[in-house]
């Protein structure tokens, strides 16, 4: 069992930057972060290979948003710069407890955050 605790989710003006964070307990294959407005599909913004350090990024966020980890603190960092208005949504920390498909699908993950908000005003 995989418990995740998100947080850093705020208001921001567009252009602004926030970093949000997840810590996990538990062992985990891949890691990610997914965001989702209400009546959308849930969508995958970066996901990371626990062990390899592996990355892969929604078109929509590469070069602005970057995902590190912290393999001691068991925790994983999205910092998300030069923020958007369309960035506006719900974010989701997500873990995968096996070494199955590593992209941005909800599918291959198993393990979800409670969520945190992050609001983008032009």
């Known amino acids: 069992q995989v418990r995740l605790v998100e947080s850093g989710g705020d208001s921001v003006q567009a252009g602004g930057s926030l970093r949000l964070s997840c810590a996990a307990s538990?062992?985990?294959?891949?890691m990610g972060w997914f965001r989702q407005a209400p009546g959308n599909d849930r969508e995958g913004v970066a996901v990371?290979?626990?062990?390899?350090?592996?990355?892969v990024y929604a078109d929509s966020v590469k070069g602005r948003f970057t995902l590190s980890q912290d393999l001691a603190k068991k925790m994983v960092y999205l910092q998300m710069n030069n923020l958007k208005p369309e960035d506006t949504d719900m974010y989701y920390c997500?873990?995968?407890?096996?070494?199955?498909?590593?992209?941005?699908?909800?599918?291959?993950?198993?393990?979800w955050g409670q969520g945190t908000q992050v609001t983008v005003s032009s």
């Open positions: 538990g062992v985990t294959m891949y």
């Open positions: 990371i290979g626990t062990g390899s350090g592996r990355t």
């Open positions: 997500a873990a995968a407890g096996w070494a199955g498909e590593f992209s941005l699908s909800p599918r291959a993950f198993n393990y």
